[in-house]
């Protein structure tokens, strides 16, 4: 099973400040991977897929990258809405297609 | 716009098993498979198993495997999730989540990926 190393695991940060959150796997996932978000008693959404393709309706502040087993998540400039946690996810070949531990952005 | 909506929250014993429900509408049932993902209280996401909508083929995760049933009903545009001999280590919020990709031809596979999530149903399991 692939494991799914996130940091840190909670950032502090103010409103219109950047954001880089980091994903580390085990072993190469190529561009398998994705990134949700997940607020106070919300179900997650999708943010990337394919390490840095933007899900429909996300805003352009949220970008991805990386390759093999090194990502980020950048988020720009937060707004209040960004302030949530964080899952990356791989997706390649067997399951079980694992998720990391969350980093609260704060 | 797409929907994913599940059934109330669930109180069960140890040993009992939980049957829940995701009405989905707004887009074509059997274009997407259909997951479960788990999230115990304060925990992380745990992805459970798959369903094919056309053929109702099934995958889940070794740990579950032997306990969880997964369908869906094409004619009621509804997902299930049937989880037998639970223990307080199931005590979690099940989400029904769909698949992102678009199911073109037959043969076509999941991408894994997740874009549209239920509201979540809270199962707790406690004597």
């Known amino acids: 099973e692939i494991v799914l190393t996130q940091s840190p695991a909670t950032l502090s940060l103010s409103p219109g400040e950047r954001a880089t959150l980091s994903c580390r796997t085990s072993?190469?996932?190529?561009?398998?991977l994705a990134w949700y978000q997940q607020r106070p008693g919300q179900a997650p959404r999708l943010l990337i897929y394919d390490a840095s393709t933007r899900a429909t309706g996300i805003p352009a502040r949220f970008s991805g990258s990386g390759s093999g087993t090194d990502f980020t998540l950048t988020i720009t400039s937060l707004e209040p809405e960004d302030f949530a946690v964080y899952y990356c996810?791989?997706?390649?070949?067997?399951?079980?297609?694992?998720f990391g531990q969350g980093t609260k952005v704060e | 716009q797409v929907q994913l909506v599940q059934s109330g929250a669930e109180v069960k014993k140890p040993g009992a098993s939980v049957k829940v429900s995701c009405k989905a509408s707004?887009?074509?049932?059997?274009?997407?498979?259909m997951h479960w993902v788990r999230q115990a209280p304060g925990q992380g996401l745990e992805w459970m198993g798959y369903?094919?909508?056309?053929?109702?083929?099934?995958y889940y995760a070794h740990k579950f495997q032997g306990r969880v049933t997964m369908t869906m009903d094409t004619s009621t545009t509804t997902a299930y999730m049937e989880l037998s001999r639970l223990t307080s280590d199931d005590t979690a919020i099940y989400y029904c989540?769909?698949?992102?990709?678009?199911?073109?031809?037959?043969?076509?596979?999941?991408?894994?990926?997740?874009?549209?999530w239920g509201q979540g149903i809270l199962v707790t399991v406690s004597s």
């Open positions: 996810q791989q997706r390649i070949n067997w399951p079980p297609w694992t």
């Open positions: 369903t094919n909508p056309n053929s109702g083929g099934t």
């Open positions: 989540v769909r698949d992102l990709n678009v199911l073109m031809k037959i043969g076509d596979r999941p991408l894994y990926y997740f874009d549209y």
């Open positions: 707004g887009y074509t049932f059997t274009d997407h498979y």
């Open positions: 072993q190469s996932v190529s561009t398998y």
